[in-house]
Every structure is written in C-alpha cells, then in structure tokens.
C-alpha cells in the first residue's frame, strides 16, 4: 500500500456516475421544503467538493452553472488528471480541480477563502478518523455563515448485519495476490464457498445472501471503493450530527425530497412517534431505525436563517420546474423503500400537462389555474413528490440562458464524442436544471449522429453502427449477442426511432442538443416528423 492512499483504494479508478443531490437547483429546492434560506439563487456563489472523484459531478454542475465558481480535489493523482481533461475538452473555465490530501487542501493556490456549499458525497464514511476530523475542520472554518453542506455517508442500523460478511472479504482479499479485481473476485467466489458451506449467519442472515448475488455482478471498480477499503464506518446520524455541531452547523434535511415525506413509507404508529420528539437529532435517529436506513444524504447550514411565510412562498412561486419524462396521462406511481405510492387525491393532471409543453414557474401554474381548489400546503406536496418520483425537475431562471446552452452544448459534445470509444460517461449537462440528465451510450451516438446532419433514426442507427462494427462490439437482444450487420442494424434502429418519439422533445426542452441553437429547433421538426 502507498503510503499517500491512507488506506484508500487507489489502485482502481472509480466511477463516473453523476449525483443528482448535490445540483444546487435540488439542494435548493429541498432548503426550500424545510423553510430555511439558502445561497442557491445568487447570481453568484462558490461551491466546493470535497473528494471528487473522476471529478464528473463537478464538471456538469459547472458547465451547467457558468456562474458558480466550482472547485473540487481528490487525493489520487488519476482521478484529477482525467477531470482536468474533461474540462478542458469540453471548454469549462469555471472549474478548478486539485490534487490534494484533505490535509494539505486549504493551502492550495487560488482557493477562495470561504464557500457558499461544501459538498461531500460518501467521504465520510470511506476515510480515518484523522480524515473526518480534516473534513470538519475544513468545513468549521472555510464554510460561510448561512452557507450548506450536503454530505451522504452509510448509516446505522442498515448495515449491522452486514458488517461481518464485510469483513470477511476484506480480510480475504488483504491476504490475496495479484491485482485488486482478481482479490475482488476471490473474496466474493471465498463467501460463496462459506455460504454452500451451510454457515449459520447466511441461514441467519438471508438479506446477506441477496446481498452477495448482487455483489458477483457489480462493477469492481465500485465494490473496490464501496467495501474493500481499510476504513468504512456507518454511523449512527447522532454522531455526524454532533461532528458537525462542533463546526456550528445544524441538521437542515434531507437532500432528497421524498426523504422529506414520511407519510409515504411509514405507518400511522411510527408517524405518531416520530410527531412526538421534539429533539430534531433524536427524531432522525428513530427514523433510521424504523426504516433501517443504510444510507443517508443530508443537508446541514451554518447559521440557517428560516423564511419568514411571505419570503417561502415567494420563492416557491419563482421556482421553474421543467418535465425530466415523458408524460401523456395517468397515475403518476412509484415504489419507494418497498412501497408502491402515489398521490392519489390530487389532480397532478393538468400541472403535467402544462410542463409537457416547455418549463413553468409555480407562479405561472397558478395563474393558469392548473392547481384547481388545492390548499396551498399541498401544492408544494405535490410539486416535491413529482420531483421525488423524477417526472419534474427544479429548474434555473430563464435569465442567462443563451449562455448555458453554449457551454453546455460544447461540454455534451465533449462528452458524446467520448461515445464513439466508451460508454463510461453517461449523463449531459442541462442548461436548463444546472444538472445532470441521464443519456446513454446509443443516445449519445445519436445525438452525435443529429448534430452530423442525419435527419432520420434510420440515419442514426447506420452512424451508430458504423461506430461500433469497426470495435468488434455486437448488441445483445434477450440475452444474446448479436453477429450479423443487419441483426444489430434493426436492433439499433428500433432504439433510434424509440429516441425520436420518446426522448428528443424532453432532451430538447432541457436544453440538451449537440446543435447550435439556431438549428436546433429545425432539427427537432425532422426528426419528430420521421417518428
């Protein structure tokens, strides 16, 4: 182990996702749902990650936010050089990347004083004691008063159960040769083995079980940095509620805003507990353990200031939201933690409607008269559960507009041009939200294909084949690879024309195309009338 990894896995890469939490956007909004002033709608603010990673996350939310001043570090070298380069190609001046350990971070060069936001997604958990403690010394004195901190982390009592079998990979793995995918994989085949063995804690334990069938197909590259680091602690919310204290910051909420609704996962009798503790750390605590919660991400403010009734609703009524899928009628369900919910009650019907046809402020919906007779209480219900459930998004002001799309069309064609290659990078820069949307590898082929000038799904299916043929990669259908041109052609243009009718006019509406903005709109009429 290099002594500069602190324990940390840093033989494996890790991986490119985008985190949806941490769009100032969503931390704004879910600010908002608990009453309490927020730095997200400046002109300008500054934002810090702390352990970035590939460092993908910070380069979307800046190219998305060309005015929010985005600065980011990671320990390994790897990492940062490879964030630096997404930059770069993608033309995105207002992210600035470092590598440095959380020790040697405040010193750097051209760091700003003080932040508006300091972000840190799982850190906490994967780090030393010594590191936590960095972490929140860090925060204590380079965070501003009013300024937020999101920080997500593994919790207790979720993963108690867990813990042995963890350690038994690790353990296993320490003791393995060779590289750390192939220690990776023995650790899990060695569970397995103990598993057949009729060993009481998997009989015990059938969760654990599951757990390790899903573990044999996850990426190594994640399991390497979820479990096989030497540090990995899930805490009990009291004691990260206590660290942060110490650096004066209070629980704000949960980042996400169903988190933010417990009335749609939990019963009546756990309602009325929750309702009867006034301690807000102690009514987090019970929670975890009635949801047997495993992971958390949470917002906490340095000096919250609440808004006053005018101030909140105010500001709901300035906030954009836009659709993030496609919609045409009918109940808006979905399964969370276990359960399948809805809003049954509410007519979200003409609200949908409305957002089909491009983004709406909360003050726009209401003068339409789309909410009918609702109470004003579940409006706002209403709008976080649609957020929650991912059929609408918060959105920026329409002020500035002309500017993101620039960016983020020179960013998304950086990264769509990456396609052609890989599919490692599968989320675009909106304009529109300041975040991430989800677009996959073929998507993006497609869109390469669109800003080429072909004009129909046919089109984009032979550019996307004409990609993949030369690489030796085939397309699978129900399990199978497929070996002839024409197999994977048909294949490829049924996903295209599915894009035309289903993904285009969203990605569109969230400002997501490879096109100047001039040609833009003509080519969503060709390809519309193609589907």
Known sequence: MNDWTSGYVAEIGYTYDFFHAMTPTRMGLAALSKGVQHPFGRETFSYCELGCGQGFTANVIAAANPHIDVHAMDFNPAHIAEARALAEQGGVQNVHFYERSFADFAGSPGLPSEFDVIALHGILSWVSRDNQR????????????????????????????????????????????????????????FAETLRKSGADFFANNPDQVTRLTKMRAMPRNYLAHEFFNKDWTPFHFADVAADMGQAKLDYLGAANLLDQMDELCMSKAQLEILDNECDQVRRESLRDVMLNEQFRADLFVKGGVPFTERGAVGAWFATPFALARRYSTGPVKMTWRGLEVDMAGLDYDPVLQKLSEGPATVRDLLAQGLFGAMQWADITRMMKYLVGAGFIVPCLPLDGIAERSEGCRQFNLAVCKQSEE????????????????????????????????????????????????????????????????????????????????????ILEQLGISLQPIATAQEASVASSAAA
Request: a neutral charge; proline letters at 5%; glycine letters at 8%.
């Open 134 to 189: 960095l972490v929140y010394d860090f925060i204590a004195k380079h965070l501003k008063p009013g300024g937020v901190v999101y920080a997500s982390f593994n919790t207790q009592p979720g993963w108690a159960a867990a813990m042995p079998m963890r350690r038994i990979l690790t353990d296993h793995a320490e003791r393995g040769t060779g590289p750390l995918e192939k220690r990776i994989d023995d650790a899990i085949a």
């Open 422 to 505: 890989t599919q490692k990078l599968s989320f675009l820069a909106s304009p529109v939200t300041g975040g991430g949307v989800a677009v996959d590898r073929m998507e993006q082929l497609f869109l390469l294909a669109r800003s080429e000038g072909h004009e129909t799904p046919e089109s984009w299916a032979l550019f996307a084949w004409q990609i993949l043929a030369p690489q030796g990669q085939r397309l699978e259908q129900d399990g199978k690879v497929l070996e002839t041109a024409e197999e994977n052609i048909a294949v490829l243009q049924v996903r295209a024309q599915s894009f035309a009718a289903r993904r285009v006019r």
